[in-house]
């Protein structure tokens, strides 16, 4: 199964996740007078419109290059990743905008029942923020990585409402809001974590290098080519779950052109058979001295 593949069949796992979780936390935080927990149904429920967009993004990235994008359309991935972010910060934004009313109106306090269900809440996103990032990881892609710090971030939230859920039961009158400042501390959270999601997207999209490790292996498989003695220059960009490569190869000085050519087109195939996810590969080939 191929990367984009293996992307969107996690993004579809996400989705029916969020949707179950919206209304399960929902329905628990309305007949269990838990604001926490509808607030946290409110972060799913953004989730769903935020997987719903990955799967556009990731979908959208599939299309073979053409005239006018000749790398393909992988960068959409950062730029779906940005509007994911903007979900997020919306999402926390009104869960502290709520929970600010909510600790200034005296109100029940939560059922305890609504800890049980909590409780499995937080198993659960974790074991998909598990699932969903590990595919993030081999399939490089950074619309996916958003998605599972959306799980993550869900968690987070979850384990704030069963502490403040926690403490209003145990300490009763007078800690009815607990939960309350719960979700508001959760808010800050979802804040911080959505400024780790955006921070490698805003770099993929202005082609920041932070590929040492593999311009080491490209350096390295690339004198196993008959004919490249050693390689200078080695950029490379990151576009959707490809890696885009412009190499420079040495070469004997004294070999013909077509030579040259000969062993680029070589390296070129080397690289790609050996190295997996990467793009275009553009091969410059500098004379150099073989030693004797």
């Not at 909510?102 to 269900?117: C, D, K």
Request: charged fraction near 20%; include cysteine; proline fraction near 2%.
């Amino acid at each position: 199964m191929s990367g984009q593949q293996t992307a969107i069949r996690t993004t579809y796992f996400s989705l029916i996740s969020n949707t179950s979780l919206a209304l399960i936390k929902g329905l628990a935080g309305v007949f269990g007078h838990s604001y926490a927990l509808i607030a946290d149904a409110i972060e799913s429920t953004t989730d769903i419109f935020a997987s719903l967009l990955v799967l556009f993004g990731l979908t959208y990235a599939k299309r073979p290059a053409d005239d006018n994008h000749p790398y393909g359309h992988g960068k959409i991935e950062p730029l779906i990743t940005f509007i994911v972010v903007a979900f997020l910060v919306t999402s926390a934004t009104v869960i502290a905008y709520k929970s600010i009313l909510n600790i200034q109106t005296p109100h029940q306090a939560p059922e305890s029942w609504t800890l049980i269900v909590l409780g499995c809440i937080i198993a659960w996103k974790e074991a998909s923020f598990q699932i969903v990032i590990r595919k993030s990881k081999e399939t490089n892609s950074s619309s996916l990585r958003a998605d599972a710090w959306h799980h993550r971030s869900d968690a987070i939230t979850s384990v704030m409402a069963f502490i403040g859920i926690s403490i209003s039961l145990i300490f009763g009158e007078g800690y009815e809001t607990a939960d309350d400042w719960a979700a508001l501390l959760a808010s800050g959270f979802i804040i911080y974590n959505s400024y780790l999601i955006f921070r490698p997207a805003l770099g993929e999209i202005m082609d920041e290098h932070v590929y040492d490790d593999l311009v080491d292996e490209i350096r390295k498989k690339s004198i196993e080519v008959t004919g490249v003695l050693a390689t200078e220059k080695c950029f490379i960009r990151k576009a959707g779950m490809k890696y885009h490569v412009d190499l420079h190869a040495i070469v004997d000085g004294g070999i013909s052109v077509e030579e040259g050519h000969e062993i680029a087109h070589k390296l070129k195939d080397h690289l790609r058979t050996e190295i997996g996810n990467l793009g275009h590969v553009l091969i410059h080939i500098e004379p150099g001295r073989k030693e004797s």
